[in-house]
């Protein structure tokens, strides 16, 4: 017999079953509590909520533990490249050596956008945010792939999600190009996925362009340790908007709109505002430190804290170090890093942050290295969006799969008036 929990309400009770995963994670189903009792759960911001399971990615949010299918992060991030990375994430395993060279040669034949997505961007204004056009291109990809949007037909499934993965980064690099007044710069099939953004991004038709490898190697690092991070709120929004049979580019757009939240994706945008403000306001850590602290101010720290994590962040632990190595290898000390590193010292000694297990997140260090990289601060949530692809597709994926899919709709408990009587506009006050 499975282990249950009793709930019980007046004279009423019911047994709820309780679901145990693989890592001894516990559930209680309350599939049928509605339909036995009447009764629904209340939980603002599904902080005690499962939406769904998934095979996936694991967390354990006390020991500061991420696993991709199983795989821990730190040995991901040495072994694997991002495309690697990125076909675990979607197809479940690690891919043979033919399985791994077929995936690369795919993406490589599908990083070219139709020539008509270019007039896309003489609309959007010079300032326009990247995310606000990442999202709207990606959408409007199915416009343009009108072939391939049927999510229960498994080889347009497979041609779209390729399509995705492949273009994003041409997209990303054009709106960069947009916002400074340089020509697109075409992708080139002679590249690696992360060689070709970053070509994209910084090469000019005037001279040649050297990619630095350890700039490939941090884009890789920052990619993989953003790919996946079981149901946040941007894949619970791509699962919330798949649910419904919309498109993949539909989903996906919807997630990058999520991400793009100073809660989420955007904080490491916000992070290193904030850093900059504490350098401009001469670099007194103890006073943001309280600001932090001070429920009236109104102030966070960006880049602390995190729903799952009460643990440092192993994605911050890999992206502080890819900063360290990065910033020796290029003899550069970049002040926000120091101002980071101090800020983390200080604000892990007080009990304020002790006591609520608030630790750097992936944020925190990310736009250091995005700074060091060259990459303007409004690109550092794009940059969030391309790592975090593969995971929203695999989510996408998983749940399609599913047989217990269902179109997602949260009941709730109403608040508002009881019944009231009309009143014609003549006879309000
Ligand atoms: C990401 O879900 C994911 O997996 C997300 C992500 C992913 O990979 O997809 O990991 C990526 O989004 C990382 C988080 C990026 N956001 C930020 O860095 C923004 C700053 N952090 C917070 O706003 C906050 O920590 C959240 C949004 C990340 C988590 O919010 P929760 O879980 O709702 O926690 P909370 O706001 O209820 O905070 C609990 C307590 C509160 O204090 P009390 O009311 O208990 O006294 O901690 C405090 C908060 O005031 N607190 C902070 C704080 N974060 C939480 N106080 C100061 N600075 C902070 N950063």
């Not at 679901?19 to 209340?42: P, V």
């Not at 904030?274 to 001070?294: P, R, S, T």
């Not at 880049?303 to 440092?312: A, M």
Request: hydrophobic share 40%; net charge negative.
């Amino acid at each position: 017999m499975s282990e249950t929990a009793r709930l019980q309400l007046g004279d009423q009770h019911i047994d709820l079953a309780v679901i145990t995963g693989t890592e001894n994670e516990r559930a209680l189903d309350i599939s049928q509590l509605r339909n036995t009792t009447g009764l629904i759960t209340l939980d603002e911001g599904y902080v005690n909520t499962g939406s769904t399971s998934s095979a996936i990615t694991y967390l354990d949010g006390e020991k500061g533990i991420l696993r991709y299918r199983g795989y821990a992060i730190e040995e991901i991030a040495e072994h694997c490249d991002f495309v690697e990375t990125s076909y675990l994430l979607m197809y479940g395993e690690l891919p043979n050596a033919e399985q791994l060279h077929d995936f690369r040669m795919s993406l490589r034949r599908h990083t070219m956008l139709h020539e008509d997505i270019k007039s896309f961007y003489s609309g959007f204004p010079r300032d326009a945010h990247p995310m606000a056009s990442l999202s709207a291109v990606v959408s409007a990809l199915s416009t343009f792939y009108q072939d391939s949007l049927d999510p229960r037909d498994p080889r347009q499934v497979e041609i779209s999600t390729h399509r995705l993965m492949a273009k994003l980064p041409t997209i990303a690099a054009f709106s960069h190009k947009k916002s400074i007044g340089q020509p697109f710069f075409y992708p080139r099939n002679d590249l690696t996925y992360c060689e070709n953004f970053l070509n994209m991004m910084f090469a000019v038709p005037t001279e040649p362009h050297e990619i630095d490898p350890d700039f490939v190697d941090a884009v890789n690092l920052l990619l993989i340790v953003h790919a996946d991070h079981e149901q946040n709120c941007s894949t619970s929004t791509v699962r919330m908007v798949g649910s419904s049979d919309a498109n993949l580019f539909a989903s996906i757009a919807a997630g990058i709109c999520a991400l793009w939240g100073p809660l989420h994706g955007g904080a490491n945008q916000a992070c290193v505002e904030m850093l900059e403000q504490i350098i401009a306001d001469g670099g007194d850590i103890g006073k943001y430190v309280d600001m932090a602290k001070d429920k009236n101010s109104g102030f966070r720290l960006m880049g602390f804290g995190h729903r799952v994590y009460k643990n440092y962040d192993p994605r911050a632990r890999i992206i502080k170090g890819v900063c360290d190595r990065l910033l020796a290898k290029m003899q550069r000390v970049d002040p926000l890093f120091d101002v980071a590193k101090e800020l983390e010292e200080v604000a892990l000694k007080d009990p304020y942050f002790v006591e609520r297990k608030l630790y750097p997140n992936v944020d925190f260090y990310s736009g250091v290295v995005y700074r060091a990289l060259g990459i303007p601060v409004p690109m550092f949530t794009v940059l969030f969006a391309m790592g975090r692809l593969p995971g929203w597709i695999a989510h996408w994926l998983e749940m399609h799969s599913s047989p217990n899919k269902r179109i997602h709709r949260p009941r709730q408990v109403y608040t508002g008036s009881r019944t009231r009587k009309f009143i014609p506009v003549e006879k309000r006050a």
